[in-house]
C-alpha cells in the first residue's frame, strides 16, 4: 500500500500524508483542498496548494508521527525517489527588526530554498528565501507585530518546524 | 404528386424508344431509392489510395505514385460508382488544381464522383440514322480539390424520395482520402486529414436477424485475431457475448449475459455503483488532510446527496518511551478534512502539557440510496 505525501515544492518537505488502499495517485488539490491548514493550538495557518505537489513514496508508517521531519529526495532530471528522507533538526528560527532568521549549523553545499509561514492575526504572510553558499544564514525580510506568531519553517534538507516564535 | 410509373405493355403494342427506356429508368430508379433511402452512402468495398515509391529521374527526389485501387462507393444519390481496376492518379490533374498554392505539407483531398460516358452501339444501324448513343458507359472520376474541401462533403444534400436517376448525374463527392504535394509530386497518402476521412455506407434499420441463430458484429470486414465481436446467440443456451477473435475464428469471451441474467466478465468491474451497495476506503492520513473516497465516488456525488458517507476515524497514538499522549481531538469535518491533535506529557521534561498534530487511521464507506429508479441517475 502506497503513501501519498504532499511536500512544498520549493524545499521538498513533508507536510501530509495519506495512506488509502485501491486509490490511483490523487491530485493534490483533492488531498488538501485550497489550501492545508496547519494548526498549533488555536493558530491555524493556511499553505495554498499552488505551493504543494504529491508524491507517491514507499510506505513508512513513521511519517505518520510527524511528517514534518521527512523530504522527498529529487535528483536533478529524475523523478522523485520512492523513499522518504528522514531529515536533519534544525535550530528555531528568530525574528530580528527586518525579518525572519534562519540559522543553519554551517554554509550549506548548494543554495538552500527557505519556506515560511507566518501568522500576522488571522492573516498567513508566505515567505521565501535562500541560504546561499557563502553564508550559513538568512534573514527573510517580513513585517509583523511584537509578540508571538505561529510560524511553518520549511528548508531544503531540513526538517520542518512548526512553533510559535516570539517578535521583540 | 405522381409516384413512380411502371411501363406496361400489352400484344400489338408498337413500341417507342420512349417505352424500352422507360423499363431500364423505372429499375434504376428502384435500385437507386433503396441504396439512398436504406443505407447510408459511402465506399463499400476498395478505392484505398495506395502508394509506389518512385524517384524523379532528373532531380533524384523521392516520391509516391498514387493509385486508386478498385473498388465500389455508393454516392448520396443512391447511384454506385464503379473503379474497375486501380487507376494511377494524375500529376498533371493535381497541377492543374492546385500547383499555384505556395509549398505546404498540408494534405489535399482526393474524391471521386460518378460520370456517365457515351458509348457508340455494337449492333445494327437505325434505318432513321444516329439518334444519338446507344449505350451509357457509368463511369468515374478522380477529382482533386482546394485544401480544405473536404468539407464540402457534410454540405451535400440527397435528392427528393421521387427523384429519378439523373442523367448525366448529380456530382456527388465522396471523399478517398488526402495526398500531400511536394515538388511537382505526391510524396504520401493520408487517410483523415482535419478530422475529415472517408465514409463507408452503413444499413438503416430498424431490426437486423440471423438466419443461423448466431448474430456477429465486429470492426472490421475481416474476423481478425484480436479484433473485438459481440456476438448474440440464440441457441439452446442463448447468451450475449463480448470477446476478441481467436486464430481459429472463435470469440474468446472477455463478458457474458446469459439467458438467466448471469453476467460473466473477465476482467474487472468499475464504474457507477448501483443502489444500496457499498464501496469502502480506509487507511491513515494526518492533520488538516483531506480523506480519499473510495474508488468511483466523486466529489459532486457526495457535495449533491446522491452518496452518503459514513467516517470512523481512530487517533494513531505514536509509541513513547516516557510520559503519556492522548488525543485531544480526532474528528473529520464536513470538506472530509482530518482535525486531529495530541496532547502530550512528560513528568521528566516538566509540568508543561503540549500539543501536536496527529493522524488517524480511518473506514470510508460510501453508500448510494435506493431509488424507485434502482440507479442513482
Same mark, same amino acid.
Given at each position: 500500500?502506497?503513501?501519498?505525501?504532499?511536500?512544498?515544492?520549493?524545499?521538498?518537505?513533508?507536510?501530509?500524508?495519506?495512506?488509502?488502499?485501491?486509490?490511483?495517485?490523487?491530485?493534490?488539490?483533492?488531498?488538501?483542498?485550497?489550501?492545508?491548514?496547519?494548526?498549533?493550538?488555536?493558530?491555524?495557518?493556511?499553505?495554498?496548494?499552488?505551493?504543494?505537489?504529491?508524491?507517491?513514496?514507499?510506505?513508512?508508517? &513513521?511519517?505518520? &508521527?510527524?511528517?514534518?521531519?521527512?523530504?522527498?529526495?529529487?535528483?536533478?532530471?529524475?523523478?522523485?525517489?520512492?523513499?522518504?528522507?528522514?531529515?536533519?533538526?534544525?535550530?528555531?528560527?528568530?525574528?530580528?527588526?527586518?525579518?525572519?532568521?534562519?540559522?543553519?549549523?554551517?554554509?550549506?553545499?548548494?543554495?538552500?530554498?527557505?519556506?515560511?509561514?507566518?501568522?500576522?492575526?488571522? &492573516?498567513?504572510?508566505?515567505?521565501?528565501?535562500?541560504?546561499?553558499?557563502?553564508?550559513?544564514?538568512?534573514?527573510?525580510?517580513?513585517?509583523?507585530?511584537?509578540?508571538?506568531?505561529?510560524?511553518?519553517?520549511?528548508?531544503?534538507?531540513? &526538517?520542518?518546524?512548526?512553533?510559535?516564535?516570539?517578535?521583540? | 404528386?405522381?409516384?413512380?410509373?411502371?411501363?406496361?405493355?400489352?400484344?400489338?403494342?408498337?413500341?417507342?424508344?420512349?417505352?424500352?427506356?422507360?423499363?431500364?429508368?423505372?429499375?434504376?430508379?428502384?435500385?437507386?431509392?433503396?441504396?439512398?433511402?436504406?443505407?447510408?452512402?459511402?465506399?463499400?468495398?476498395?478505392?484505398?489510395?495506395?502508394?509506389?515509391?518512385?524517384?524523379?529521374?532528373?532531380?533524384?527526389?523521392?516520391?509516391?505514385?498514387?493509385?486508386?485501387?478498385?473498388?465500389?462507393?455508393?454516392?448520396?444519390?443512391?447511384?454506385?460508382?464503379?473503379?474497375?481496376?486501380?487507376?494511377?492518379?494524375?500529376?498533371?490533374?493535381?497541377?492543374?488544381?492546385?500547383?499555384?498554392?505556395?509549398?505546404?505539407?498540408?494534405?489535399?483531398?482526393?474524391?471521386?464522383?460518378?460520370?456517365?460516358?457515351?458509348?457508340?452501339?455494337?449492333?445494327?444501324?437505325?434505318?432513321?440514322?444516329?439518334?444519338?448513343?446507344?449505350?451509357?458507359?457509368?463511369?468515374?472520376?478522380?477529382?482533386?480539390?482546394?485544401?480544405?474541401?473536404?468539407?464540402?462533403?457534410?454540405?451535400?444534400?440527397?435528392?427528393?424520395?421521387?427523384?429519378?436517376?439523373?442523367?448525366?448525374?448529380?456530382?456527388?463527392?465522396?471523399?478517398?482520402?488526402?495526398?500531400?504535394?511536394?515538388?511537382?509530386?505526391?510524396?504520401?497518402?493520408?487517410?483523415?486529414?482535419?478530422?475529415?476521412?472517408?465514409?463507408?455506407?452503413?444499413?438503416?434499420?430498424?431490426?437486423?436477424?440471423?438466419?443461423?441463430?448466431?448474430?456477429?458484429?465486429?470492426?472490421?470486414?475481416?474476423?481478425?485475431?484480436?479484433?473485438?465481436?459481440?456476438?448474440?446467440?440464440?441457441?439452446?443456451?442463448?447468451?450475449?457475448?463480448?470477446?476478441?477473435?481467436?486464430?481459429?475464428?472463435?470469440?474468446?469471451?472477455?463478458?457474458?449475459?446469459?439467458?438467466?441474467?448471469?453476467?460473466?466478465?473477465?476482467?474487472?468491474?468499475?464504474?457507477?455503483?448501483?443502489?444500496?451497495?457499498?464501496?469502502?476506503?480506509?487507511?491513515?492520513?494526518?492533520?488538516?488532510?483531506?480523506?480519499?473516497?473510495?474508488?468511483?465516488?466523486?466529489?459532486?456525488?457526495?457535495?449533491?446527496?446522491?452518496?452518503?458517507?459514513?467516517?470512523?476515524?481512530?487517533?494513531?497514538?505514536?509509541?513513547?518511551?516516557?510520559?503519556?499522549?492522548?488525543?485531544?481531538?480526532?474528528?473529520?469535518?464536513?470538506?472530509?478534512?482530518?482535525?486531529?491533535?495530541?496532547?502530550?506529557?512528560?513528568?521528566?521534561?516538566?509540568?508543561?502539557?503540549?500539543?501536536?498534530?496527529?493522524?488517524?487511521?480511518?473506514?470510508?464507506?460510501?453508500?448510494?440510496?435506493?431509488?424507485?429508479?434502482?440507479?442513482?441517475?
Amino acid at each position: 500500500m502506497s503513501v501519498f505525501v504532499v511536500y512544498e515544492s520549493s524545499t521538498g518537505v513533508v507536510v501530509g500524508a495519506v495512506q488509502a488502499i485501491g486509490t490511483p495517485v490523487p491530485a493534490v488539490d483533492a488531498l488538501v483542498g485550497a489550501a492545508l491548514p496547519v494548526r498549533v493550538g488555536e493558530a491555524v495557518l493556511s499553505l495554498p496548494s499552488r505551493e504543494l505537489a504529491v508524491h507517491e513514496a514507499d510506505d513508512q508508517p &513513521a511519517v505518520f &508521527a510527524g511528517p514534518l521531519a521527512y523530504g522527498v529526495t529529487r535528483p536533478p532530471n529524475q523523478p522523485p525517489k520512492p523513499a522518504l528522507a528522514k531529515l536533519p533538526v534544525l535550530d528555531a528560527p528568530t525574528f530580528d527588526e527586518t525579518g525572519l532568521v534562519v540559522q543553519l549549523p554551517g554554509a550549506p553545499a548548494q543554495d538552500t530554498a527557505v519556506f515560511a509561514l507566518v501568522s500576522e492575526g488571522p &492573516a498567513t504572510l508566505p515567505i521565501t528565501g535562500t541560504i546561499t553558499t557563502d553564508t550559513a544564514r538568512v534573514s527573510i525580510p517580513v513585517t509583523v507585530s511584537a509578540g508571538a506568531h505561529t510560524v511553518l519553517l520549511l528548508v531544503a534538507g531540513w &526538517a520542518g518546524r512548526l512553533e510559535e516564535v516570539e517578535k521583540p | 404528386m405522381t409516384g413512380p410509373l411502371r411501363p406496361e405493355f400489352h400484344e400489338g403494342q408498337v413500341l417507342a424508344a420512349a417505352d424500352l427506356a422507360a423499363t431500364v429508368t423505372y429499375a434504376r430508379a428502384v435500385a437507386v431509392r433503396h441504396a439512398r433511402l436504406s443505407h447510408d452512402w459511402g465506399i463499400a468495398d476498395g478505392l484505398a489510395l495506395t502508394t509506389e515509391n518512385r524517384t524523379d529521374a532528373g532531380t533524384g527526389a523521392r516520391y509516391v505514385e498514387v493509385s486508386v485501387q478498385a473498388g465500389l462507393a455508393v454516392d448520396g444519390t443512391g447511384r454506385e460508382v464503379v473503379v474497375p481496376s486501380p487507376v494511377v492518379l494524375s500529376e498533371a490533374d493535381f497541377e492543374a488544381v492546385n500547383g499555384a498554392d505556395r509549398p505546404t505539407t498540408e494534405p489535399y483531398p482526393v474524391f471521386l464522383t460518378a460520370v456517365d460516358r457515351d458509348r457508340p452501339a455494337t449492333g445494327l444501324a437505325s434505318c432513321a440514322g444516329a439518334a444519338g448513343p446507344a449505350r451509357v458507359e457509368e463511369s468515374f472520376q478522380v477529382l482533386f480539390k482546394r485544401l480544405g474541401d473536404e468539407r464540402l462533403v457534410a454540405d451535400q444534400q440527397p435528392p427528393a424520395v421521387t427523384a429519378a436517376p439523373a442523367a448525366p448525374p448529380v456530382p456527388w463527392l465522396v471523399l478517398l482520402g488526402f495526398v500531400q504535394w511536394t515538388d511537382g509530386h505526391f510524396t504520401r497518402v493520408v487517410t483523415v486529414a482535419r478530422g475529415l476521412g472517408p465514409r463507408y455506407v452503413g444499413v438503416r434499420a430498424d431490426s437486423v436477424s440471423a438466419r443461423s441463430g448466431e448474430l456477429s458484429l465486429r470492426a472490421r470486414p475481416a474476423a481478425g485475431e484480436g479484433e473485438p465481436a459481440l456476438v448474440l446467440s440464440g441457441s439452446d443456451t442463448p447468451t450475449l457475448v463480448y470477446g476478441l477473435y481467436k486464430g481459429t475464428g472463435e470469440v474468446d469471451p472477455l463478458m457474458t449475459v446469459e439467458s438467466n441474467g448471469n453476467l460473466t466478465i473477465a476482467g474487472s468491474f468499475s464504474g457507477q455503483i448501483s443502489a444500496g451497495s457499498v464501496l469502502a476506503t480506509s487507511g491513515s492520513a494526518t492533520d488538516g488532510m483531506l480523506l480519499p473516497l473510495p474508488s468511483g465516488v466523486s466529489p459532486e456525488e457526495v457535495a449533491d446527496g446522491r452518496v452518503s458517507l459514513h467516517v470512523h476515524v481512530t487517533p494513531r497514538i505514536p509509541p513513547a518511551t516516557s510520559g503519556l499522549t492522548v488525543p485531544a481531538e480526532a474528528t473529520v469535518d464536513g470538506e472530509r478534512r482530518v482535525r486531529c491533535r495530541l496532547r502530550f506529557y512528560d513528568p521528566d521534561s516538566g509540568p508543561a502539557v503540549t500539543e501536536q498534530p496527529g493522524a488517524v487511521d480511518f473506514l470510508v464507506l460510501a453508500t448510494v440510496a435506493a431509488t424507485s429508479g434502482g440507479g442513482r441517475g
